[in-house]
């Protein structure tokens, strides 16, 4: 149980175009799912955090405008990056917590963007 | 300010040669402490949640243990396929956020 899938696992885009990740809880329903960015050898890096049907709260220092967060469903959340640049390659990674007083989140595959 | 240490940041170790991690943290009211286990280019896998002092959980080769300050990732006898960075997290009481420590890389050579 507690599943979480992520996609793409990985993508190129071309700067100036954007790019959008799903991240869906196959096997549960979502209240609060969370995204994160992570470089290499480095820790997990919280951009947003969502709540279903409600606007996502943004960590200070990322760009709401550049990141947009979706979260339309129990199920589903979408992170669109727009007019991406090649600073924003990096390892994005969504993550999942269970309704009903669930403390844990599951977490996705992870997705590598390359902006080339 | 709500935080996560980890030390030590990385761990070489002799196949069978048990030891432990350390999470040291500063919360406002934990409602729970996480350790996570993430392999090179894969999203963390969940491991275990410890909610109050004194509590110990168990899976195969590891035990995790935690103290009002500390949590300790316990791990006993590893084998090579125990080679991961090993995240420990806490969600604060009042906070949907799960704030994580930068982790320790753990290496077990065969």
């Known amino acids: 149980g507690a599943v979480v899938s992520q996609h793409p696992s990985w993508v190129i885009c071309k700067s100036g175009t954007s790019v959008k990740i799903e991240c869906r809880s196959l096997?549960?329903?979502?209240?609060?799912m969370f995204w994160y960015r992570q470089f290499p050898k480095q820790s997990l890096m919280l951009m947003a955090t969502s709540n279903e049907g409600s606007k996502a709260t943004y960590e200070q220092g990322v760009e709401k405008d550049k990141f947009l967060i979706n979260h339309a469903s129990l199920t589903l959340s979408t992170l669109t990056v727009t007019s991406a640049h090649p600073e924003d390659s990096s390892f994005y990674i969504c993550?999942?917590?269970?309704?009903?007083?669930?403390?844990?989140?599951?977490f996705g595959q992870g997705t590598r963007l390359t902006v080339v | 300010e709500d935080q996560v240490t980890q030390s030590p940041e990385a761990l070489r170790l002799q196949e069978g040669e048990s030891s432990s991690l350390n999470c040291s943290y500063t919360v406002s009211g934990l409602r729970g402490l996480f350790w996570y286990r993430q392999d090179p280019g894969k999203g963390p896998e969940f491991l275990f949640t410890l909610y109050s002092a004194g509590e110990e959980k168990e899976k195969e080769r590891l035990k995790a243990t935690l103290t009002k300050k500390e949590s300790f990732l316990h791990i006993t006898a590893p084998k090579p396929e125990d080679s991961a960075t090993y995240l420990c997290a806490v969600r604060p009481r009042r906070d949907d956020k799960i704030i994580f420590g930068k982790g320790t890389r753990l290496h077990i050579l065969p």
């Open positions: 096997d549960f329903q979502a209240t609060t």
């Open positions: 993550s999942a917590r269970p309704q009903g007083g669930i403390t844990e989140a599951f």
